[in-house]
C-alpha cells in the first residue's frame, strides 16, 4: 500500500471535520445552561427535561413512529416483490414503465411528489368520498410510495449478484414455486430485507416536505414539528432533541459496522 | 398465477400513487385557481404557462436554481472527489471505517444536520465567535441567509451521494494501470487526467446527478439558510401552493421543473441500468 499524499489526507481531514464538527457542537450546546443558544452559560440538562415534559413533541414523535413503522413494513413487502420481479422476470409487459417508476421516484424533488400526491388525494375524495381526512393514512401512503424503490433496489440488487441455481434446482426437484420462494429466495434475501425495511423506516422519520403537503390539519410529524420551531432560529430543546437522534442513530450504526466486521 | 401477483401489487401501487398523480397535476395546471373547496376550476388553458413564461421572476428563479444546484454539484465533485480518491487507496481496515462515517450522516435527519448550521453561522454562532476571538474580525459577519450559507448547507447535505457512486468506480479501478502509465513516462497530471478521470467518470456522471437533480428542487435548505431575497424554485412551488393558494400554478411550476428534469433523470436511469449489468 502506497502512503497517501499529503493533498489527499489533508483533504480527508477537512472533509471529515466538515461532516461531523457541526453534529458535535449540536451535542455541546445541548447541554448549555443559555436560553440563547450560541452563547454558552454552564452544563445543565435541563433542555432534556424540557423535551421530555413537551407534549407537542412527543404527540409528534409517537405519530412519526407509527407512521414510520407501518410505511416500512408496506414498502418493504411490495419492495420485495417488485425487486423479485425485476430481478427475476427479465421480459414482461410493460417492464420499462415498471423499472422506471421504480427508480424515479428516489430523485423525483419532495416538492413534486408531494403537490402531486396532495392532488390526487383531493380528487379521491371528490370522487368517492376516500380519504376523508388527510393525516396518518394520506403520509403513510407517501411514505410507501418512495420508500419501496429503496427496498425494490437493495433487493434487486442483492438478487442479481445470487446464483439462480438454487432456485432452479428446488423447481426441477419439484418445490411449488411458492415453496420455492419462501424456503429459498425469502432466507437468501432476508439481509436486504431488513436492510430495505431500516432505510425506509428512516427515510420516514426524516422526510418533511412530502408529509407537509399530504398531511391535514392537527396532524403534525416530528419534522413538521422541529421545522416550525428551527424556522424561527436555533432553539435549546431541538439541540437536545437533536443529540438524542444523533447518539442513537451512531450507537445503532456503530454497532452494527463492528458486527459486520467481526464476520467479515 | 403467483408470477402475475408478484408484479401486479407493486405495479398497480405504483400507477396509482406514482403515476397517476403526475396525470392529475398536467391537468390542474391547465386549470383556473378560483376561490373554494377545492381552489381550482374546470377550464382548460394554458394561461398558466404563458404567464411563467411572460413574468421574468419565473425565468430567473428556475435559472437561479439551475445555476446554484449546478455549482453546489461541482463544489461537492471538488472536495467528493479527493475524499471518494484517498478512501479507495487506504488499507481494507480504515476504508470500511471511512466508508461507514460517510453513510452515518445519511441515518441522521436531514433537518437536523441543516438546523445544526444554523448555530455555527448566525451572527453570535461558533464560527463568528470564533473569528472575533482570533481578533481576525471585529464585527459579526453575515454569513446566515446568504447564498454562501445555501452552498454550505447544499454541499454538506449531498457530500455523500457524490462521494459514494465515486467510490465505487474508483475502488474497481486497477491501480497498475496508473502506475504503468507513470512508468511510461506520463507525468502524475497526465496520468490522473488520461487513466484515472476516465476510468472514474461512470461514478462521476452518477455523483454529480444524484446531487443536481434533488438540488434543484431544494426547499428546506434555502428556506432555513438562505435570505428572503434568494428565491429557489422548490420555495417559489412552496410558498404558491401554501401562501397564494394558486394550485394550478403552483401546479404549472411543477410541470416546467419536470420538463427540466426529465433529461438529467433518464440519464441516471440508463446510468444505474448500465450499472447493474455490469456487475451482475
Known sequence: MKRQSRFIVSVLAFGYAFLYVPLALVVVYSFNDSRIATVWGGFSTRWYGELLRNEQILDAAFLSLRIALTSATIATIFGTMAGIALARFRRFKGRTLFSGMITSPMVMPEVITGLSLLLLFVSLQQLTGWPAQRGFGTITIAHTTFAMAYVAIIVQSRLMSMDESLEEAAMDLGGHPLRVMFDITLPLIAPAMIAGWLLAFTLSLDDLVIASFVSGPGSNTLPMYIFSKVKLGVSPDINALATLIILFVSSGVLLSWLVARRRT | ?280
Open chain 2, 1 to 280: 398465477m403467483w408470477k402475475k401477483v408478484l408484479i401486479a401489487a407493486p405495479y398497480l401501487w405504483l400507477l396509482l400513487f406514482f403515476l397517476a398523480p403526475f396525470a392529475i397535476v398536467l391537468k390542474i395546471s391547465l386549470a383556473e385557481p378560483v376561490f373554494g373547496q377545492p381552489p381550482y376550476s374546470q377550464a382548460m388553458s394554458l394561461d398558466n404557462f404563458a404567464f411563467l413564461f411572460s413574468d421574468k421572476l419565473y425565468a430567473v428563479t428556475y435559472l437561479r436554481s439551475v445555476f446554484m444546484a449546478a455549482c453546489a454539484t461541482l463544489l461537492c465533485l471538488a472536495l467528493g472527489f479527493p475524499m471518494a480518491y484517498g478512501i479507495a487507496r487506504s488499507s481494507r481496515a480504515t476504508r470500511s471505517l471511512l466508508l461507514m462515517l460517510i453513510i452515518l450522516p445519511f441515518w441522521i435527519s436531514f433537518l437536523l444536520r441543516v438546523y445544526a448550521w444554523m448555530g455555527l453561522m448566525n451572527n453570535y454562532g461558533t464560527i463568528n465567535s470564533l473569528l472575533l476571538w482570533a481578533g481576525i474580525i471585529d464585527q459579526p459577519i453575515q454569513l446566515m441567509y446568504t447564498d454562501f450559507a445555501v452552498f454550505v448547507g447544499l454541499v454538506y447535505s449531498y457530500l455523500p451521494f457524490m462521494i459514494l457512486p465515486l467510490y465505487a468506480s474508483l475502488e474497481r479501478m486497477d491501480l497498475d494501470l496508473v502506475e504503468a502509465a507513470q512508468d511510461l513516462g506520463a507525468s502524475r497530471s497526465r496520468a490522473f487526467w488520461d487513466v484515472t478521470w476516465p476510468l472514474a467518470r461512470p461514478g462521476v456522471i452518477a455523483g454529480c446527478l444524484l446531487v443536481f437533480i434533488p438540488a434543484i428542487g431544494e426547499y428546506v435548505i434555502p428556506y432555513l439558510l438562505g435570505g428572503p431575497e434568494s428565491l429557489l424554485i422548490g420555495r417559489v412551488l412552496f410558498d404558491e401552493f401554501f401562501v397564494n393558494r394558486d394550485w394550478p400554478l403552483a401546479s404549472a411550476v411543477a410541470i416546467v421543473l419536470l420538463l427540466l428534469l426529465v433529461v438529467p433523470i433518464v440519464l441516471l436511469q440508463r446510468y444505474q441500468a448500465r450499472d447493474q449489468e455490469s456487475t451482475a
